[in-house]
């Protein structure tokens, strides 16, 4: 009886045994499967470099010295008038007149410099969010190209900040705290930014 239980035990701790190394085996196929490939962008330094974004703000500052030029001719214009009006009898007839004139002026100057602020402040948040669609979608197909599972965005770290407002936005907004090891594919998703892929 004795060797019958002996017999038993051994073919229970076999299988035992055998289950677990099955087990062992399994959650370490699981993990090697698990293994993800990262890469990392750096959209700031995308932001900064590339050739499209370049010759977009340069587009932008020379639309935005004719405007300003536009704008101090105007101002000059009401400035001179206003000075003409200073001039004439107050309450007269031509005084009436060129007070008006003035003072309509002065109300369209500030109306075109409110409207080319909002205009350019519109013109490039629009920007912005095209060339930021832009690097998503290509940072996604150098993704694919490269067999990658995952892509972070890898921000660039700048102290001293400014203020505590920049340093706490900083920390909030800073995620990504390591990356070694990670492949930077930020030089081949500019490439496609530039080359408008």
């Given at each position: 009886?004795?060797?019958?239980?002996?017999?038993?035990?051994?073919?229970?701790?076999?299988?035992?045994?055998?289950?677990?190394?099955?087990?062992?085996?399994?959650?370490?196929?699981?993990?090697?499967?698990?293994?993800?490939?990262?890469?990392?962008?750096?959209?700031?330094?995308?932001?900064?470099?590339?050739?499209?974004?370049?010759?977009?703000?340069?587009?932008?500052?020379?639309?935005?010295?004719?405007?300003?030029?536009?704008?101090?001719?105007?101002?000059?214009?009401?400035?001179?008038?206003?000075?003409g009006l200073r001039t004439l009898k107050e309450g007269s007839s031509d005084h009436l007149a060129l007070?008006?004139?003035?003072?309509?002026?002065?109300?369209?100057?500030?109306?075109?410099?409110?409207?080319?602020?909002?205009?350019?402040?519109?013109?490039?948040?629009?920007?912005?969010?095209?060339?930021?669609?832009?690097?998503?979608?290509?940072?996604?197909?150098?993704?694919?190209?490269?067999?990658?599972?995952?892509?972070?965005?890898?921000?660039?770290?700048?102290?001293?900040?400014?203020?505590?407002?920049?340093?706490?936005?900083?920390?909030?907004?800073?995620?990504?705290?390591?990356?070694?090891?990670?492949?930077?594919?930020?030089?081949?998703?500019?490439?496609?930014?530039?080359?408008?892929?």
């Open positions: 009886m004795k060797v019958r239980a002996a017999i038993i035990l051994s073919c229970l701790i076999g299988v035992v045994v055998l289950f677990m190394g099955y087990e062992c085996s399994q959650a370490g196929l699981k993990a090697k499967r698990s293994i993800s490939k990262i890469g990392v962008v750096s959209v700031r330094r995308i932001f900064e470099d590339c050739k499209r974004n370049v010759r977009y703000r340069q587009e932008a500052v020379a639309e935005q010295n004719r405007v300003i030029a536009e704008l101090e001719k105007l101002a000059k214009e009401v400035e001179a008038e206003s000075a007070m008006r004139e003035v003072l309509e002026k002065q109300a369209n100057l500030q109306a075109q410099q409110e409207f080319h602020k909002q205009q350019i402040e519109l013109k490039d948040q629009q920007w912005t969010e095209e060339l930021y669609k832009d690097i998503v979608r290509e940072a996604g197909e150098v993704a694919k190209q490269k067999g990658l599972d995952l892509v972070f965005e890898k921000d660039e770290l700048k102290l001293p900040a400014t203020s505590a407002n920049e340093l706490m936005l900083t920390i909030r907004t800073h995620k990504l705290l390591y990356s070694d090891g990670c492949l930077d594919v930020t030089g081949e998703v500019m490439a496609r930014i530039d080359a408008g892929k």
